[in-house]
């Protein structure tokens, strides 16, 4: 059985924002959580800047553009004030997300081959100033073969429907997320996947062969709550290692 590639872990400290500014002031401080995700085995960092600032805010960025050893990815909506943001600081990525205002968190996935003229220009200067994009899109072709249009070169696969269902149902969501992986390797594009994932069913996903990243943080901070940030992160890390040592499921 041939080894797949490394798998990397992005760890999303959101909701270590909205802990501190449902009270307000500077506690719970994300940017030691970020600290603490790196030493404990994260890749990657992922802050998601919302329009109306209800959980990571412009200082957080500023923080962590300052302080992060490690890369940092940069959750936007295609906004002109989120785009001079991400140009102002120049994080490694920048994925461009769906955003509505009433919505709790990020629900379902960019329509890139919908918004294609809108987008265009946005992931051209992003990409001008050697900023990586990817698009947060559902496991649909038709939605791949619009990044390749646009010229992303990274995707990442929307996994919240996957965790929600069960039984038969989850099987046939991972089998389309499973194709679609594939479909990117065929297109050239790198595939990252995220939203929802937990211990429970991170392992499928993980074990894609295709799949380069995942992108993990509701639950990381969740369970953190219980065991800690770093024994949390540790955990998943041993998790996603494992079930990419295994390999896909017969």
């Known amino acids: 059985m041939s080894v797949l590639p490394p798998l990397r872990l992005g760890v999303n400290i959101d909701h270590v924002a909205t802990v501190r500014n449902a009270r307000g002031g500077k506690l719970p ?15 990657g960092i992922t802050a998601h800047l919302r329009e109306d600032r209800r959980h990571i805010i412009d200082t957080d960025i500023e923080g962590l553009i300052r302080e992060l050893k490690i ?5 936007m909506a295609a906004t002109p ?15 461009i997300v769906p955003e509505k205002r009433e919505e709790r968190t990020t629900e379902g996935g960019l329509d890139a081959a919908g918004q294609h003229n809108h ?6 200067r992003l990409r001008d100033a050697g900023i ?21 070169p990274v995707v990442e696969l ?8 069960a039984g038969a149902a989850q099987r046939a969501e991972l089998s389309r997320l499973q194709k679609a992986a594939a479909l990117c390797g065929k297109l ?3 595939c990252h996947a995220g939203h929802g994932l937990s211990y429970a069913d991170v392992g499928p996903v993980a074990a894609i062969p295709e799949v380069r990243e995942l992108n993990i943080g509701h639950f990381l901070v969740g369970e953190a709550i219980f065991v800690g940030l770093d024994q949390a992160i540790r955990e998943m890390r041993r998790v996603m290692d494992q079930a990419r040592t295994a390999g896909p499921s017969a």
């Open 158 to 165: 929307h996994t919240g429907r996957y965790c929600e269902l």
């Open 119 to 124: 987008l265009k220009p946005m992931i051209t």
């Open 29 to 43: 401080d994300p940017l030691r959580a970020a600290a603490i995700a790196a030493a404990a085995g994260a890749d």
């Open 81 to 95: 004030e989120m785009v001079g943001i991400a140009l102002k600081h120049r994080p490694h990525a920048a994925c």
């Open 132 to 152: 990586r994009v990817s698009l947060f899109i559902e496991a649909d072709p038709r939605q791949l073969d619009a990044a390749v249009a646009l010229g992303a």
């Open 188 to 190: 050239g594009l790198e």
């Open 71 to 75: 890369p940092l990815n940069f959750e």
